[in-house]
């Protein structure tokens, strides 16, 4: 019963906006809109090659030493930035995006060792922390399927992508559980992971949304999946160890793109063009 | 799209190779490995690591081309203290070893088919092998029998299987403590060596001599010429790459520093101080240490390339060119111990380096570092 009345009053409500946007038409033609965007994003790692620095012989414990990595719900960033779009006809809008965005991924690795002396194993997992900052300028198409009040809306494009810092540190303890509780664990120095990676990257931007506007100002909520075409570590440089992580925890970087998962809310004014 | 081909579609240009660091694994916390040479493979692109564990056992491992682990075999224990020399004589790999019982040399020749060893020369006249060379057409084998106070220098017949000519050097002194220390590697490792000079006039020992650890030159007769002494134990020369025409490469230590004489000229006949060959000396190297020095390729031109380890536990490579100048470092590692056994050059003109490292802070493994073409060439001016 309480169900049913909850879904009456959503129904009521949408009816009533539909209604209301019906009766009113928003002019977009030849119109710059400036604003401000902030979001979170979620990144996953697509991983194309392993690399280990222990190598795995016969007389090594059993199980592998693949970073097992979290999932995109886990690794989640920052972004925000300036929104700036043209619209060429009522429907159609091309978008530049310039901000700043903060990608992090973990993963885990665990060690065994037996320890002949003492009777007893030594165990090390530890989880491995990633932050990468970049700037971020996407250039995106979009399309608004309605010209009312509220618009919804798909976007496609390309972003170019400059790493301006990376960073990592690595939480430890003793137990393998598949767990690494920061609070509790023992820290690592932040290790600068910058000259690991290749700074430029370029990515393919695909989402959607919808639009609130007014005469005086727009409200876009709007999510977009973007995938970066080229791999993130620089090859030549995985094992120079800048962060001297490397032999300390065992840590080298895998080759893999990234998959990012952005929701941002944006702010935006009309401007009227003038030529 | 155009752009976007541009940008991501078009590839540099293919490298030969990739730097890489490997460590190999051991469940056993506390077996210690000790590395003791490298040599490429006779059969294939792979590589053969000689290391030793647990004290004086002997372990072969097979790596590929990227370091990748291929196969091991620990040698029994009728097999003990391989030298640090890993030889390829007639285009077979051997190991030159001691039997544990009788003390003498035993000669080992790699299968790395069957991944074992066959036992093919017993030389019983040789107690306490220290060290083995082959110069291309004779093999040499060093040795320091205990109580004897005295070390040797053999030259093995053709056939690797009795010694043709034997010179003997008074140490004057009991140094069994420190030999058998270096020989089941349960302290400082003594930089024992034999070399041959390019002209294959003189024969080159690094050992104890008269009361001293000191260099000495033997002619072809394996009769003394001429000598370096070393400041008693403590110092004189602990690695040497002979360049031809008197010339010579070498690191010494003294005072507890190490010094670099990338290109110097010795009189083989001469007797001489160690310690008063003009060097430069390097307060952050670790002189406790080993330090391997060899000449190397890069771009066409022969360098000398000395690696050591710091005492801030890196590992420093110098390159010096032909006037001995130094013309390139690079340190390799951070905060965990890293201590170089051996390194050669790689058919891709990589720098592979066998070394010996710590995981956890404290269990000794044996690791590989290759430093690219492309390393090297940048780290020239």
Request: aromatic share 12%.
């Given at each position: 019963m ?7 009053l959503?129904?009521?409500?949408c ?9 009113k ?23 194309s090659?392993?690399?280990n ?6 007389q ?15 690794n ?9 779009s ?8 091309l978008?530049i ?12 690795t ?24 970049n ?26 992508d400059?790493?301006?810092f990376?960073s990592?540190?690595v939480?430890y303890d003793?137990?393998?559980?598949g ?15 910058t ?8 990515g ?9 506007y007014r ?12 995938y ?43 401007i009227?063009k003038?030529? | ?9 078009c ?35 792979g590589?053969?690591?000689?290391s ?8 072969i ?10 196969w ?15 030889l ?9 070893c ?9 000669l080992?020749r790699i ?17 306490y092998?220290?060290?083995?060379h ?6 040499y ?8 106070q ?12 009795t ?5 003997y ?11 058998l ?17 390019p ?28 000598v ?28 507890h ?14 007797i001489?101080?160690a ?10 190297l670790d ?5 391997v ?19 801030s536990n ?6 010096y ?20 056994c ?33 390393e090297?060439?940048e780290?020239?001016p």
């Amino acid at each position: 019963m309480k169900i049913g009345k909850v879904v009456l009053l959503a129904w009521l409500v949408c009816v009533s906006i539909q209604l209301h946007a019906q009766r009113k038409y928003v002019y977009r033609k030849d119109r710059f809109f400036v604003g401000s965007f902030v979001g979170m994003n979620f990144t996953q790692p697509i991983v194309s090659d392993r690399y280990n620095i222990l190598e795995q012989t016969p007389q090594s414990a059993a199980g592998d030493f693949e970073k097992k990595y979290k999932t995109l719900a886990q690794n989640r960033g920052g972004n925000y930035g300036l929104y700036v779009s043209f619209a060429y006809t009522k429907y159609f809008s091309l978008i530049i995006q310039p901000g700043f965005r903060s990608q992090r991924f973990n993963y885990m690795t665990s060690y065994a060792w037996e320890d002949t002396l003492n009777v007893t194993n030594i165990n090390k997992e530890m989880l491995h922390r990633q932050k990468i900052s970049n700037v971020s300028i996407p250039v995106l198409t979009r399309w608004d399927f309605t010209t009312r009040h509220f618009s919804p809306f798909l976007q496609v494009g390309l972003s170019a992508d400059f790493i301006y810092f990376a960073s990592k540190s690595v939480f430890y303890d003793t137990k393998i559980d598949g767990e690494v509780d920061r609070k509790s664990a023992n820290q690592s120095s932040v290790g600068d992971l910058t000259n690991h990676m290749r700074k430029f990257n370029v990515g393919l931007v695909g989402g959607g949304g919808i639009t609130y506007y007014r005469e005086s100002f727009a409200m876009t909520l709007a999510s977009n999946v973007k995938y970066g075409l080229r791999n993130v570590i620089d090859d030549q440089k995985r094992y120079s160890d800048f962060t001297g992580f490397g032999v300390e925890y065992l840590d080298v970087m895998d080759q893999f793109k990234l998959l990012d998962l952005d929701i941002q809310l944006t702010v935006m004014i009309p401007i009227h063009k003038k030529w | 799209m155009a752009v976007l081909w541009i940008v991501v579609g078009c590839k540099k240009d293919p490298v030969d190779s990739f730097p890489y660091m490997k460590i190999y694994d051991e469940k056993e916390g506390n077996k210690s490995f000790l590395p003791l040479s490298i040599v490429k493979s006779p059969v294939d692109n792979g590589y053969v690591i000689l290391s030793s564990f647990e004290g004086w056992k002997i372990q072969i491992t097979k790596i590929d081309n990227e370091g990748g682990f291929l196969w091991n075999y620990e040698l029994p224990d009728a097999y003990v203290n391989a030298v640090p020399s890993l030889l390829i004589i007639n285009n077979e790999l051997v190991i030159v070893c001691m039997d544990p019982v009788g003390l003498y040399t035993q000669l080992l020749r790699i299968d790395e088919t069957n991944h074992t060893v066959i036992d093919f020369s017993s030389i019983e006249e040789v107690l306490y092998p220290t060290y083995a060379h082959f110069d291309g057409q004779s093999l040499y084998i060093q040795n320091c029998p205990l109580q004897s106070q005295m070390m040797g220098v053999h030259r093995v017949n053709q056939a690797l299987d009795t010694v043709e000519k034997s010179g003997y050097l008074n140490i004057f002194t009991n140094v069994d403590d420190k030999v058998l220390d270096h020989l089941t590697n349960d302290g400082k490792k003594i930089p024992f060596f034999l070399q041959t000079t390019p002209e294959k006039d003189f024969v080159i020992m690094n050992g104890f001599y008269n009361y001293s650890f000191s260099t000495v030159f033997l002619n072809n007769n394996l009769e003394f010429e001429g000598v370096l002494n070393g400041a008693g134990f403590d110092g004189g020369i602990c690695a040497l790459q002979p360049l031809g025409a008197s010339t010579f490469s070498i690191a010494r230590t003294s005072n507890h520093n190490l010094f670099y004489a990338p290109k110097v000229i010795l009189d083989p006949t001469q007797i001489e101080m160690a310690t008063s060959i003009v060097a430069q000396g390097n307060s952050e190297l670790d002189d406790e240490k080993t330090v391997v020095v060899k000449e190397v390729t890069i771009k066409g031109v022969t360098y000398e390339a000395f690696i050591s380890s710091t005492r801030s536990n890196q590992l420093l490579l110098c390159i010096y060119n032909e006037n001995g100048i130094l013309v390139g470092k690079k340190y390799i590692g951070k905060n965990i111990p890293m201590v170089p056994c051996d390194f050669l050059q790689t058919p891709e003109k990589d720098i592979l380096l066998v070394l010996q490292t710590k995981i956890l802070g404290s269990f000794n493994r044996i690791a590989t570092v290759n430093i690219t073409k492309l390393e090297l060439e940048e780290m020239l001016p």
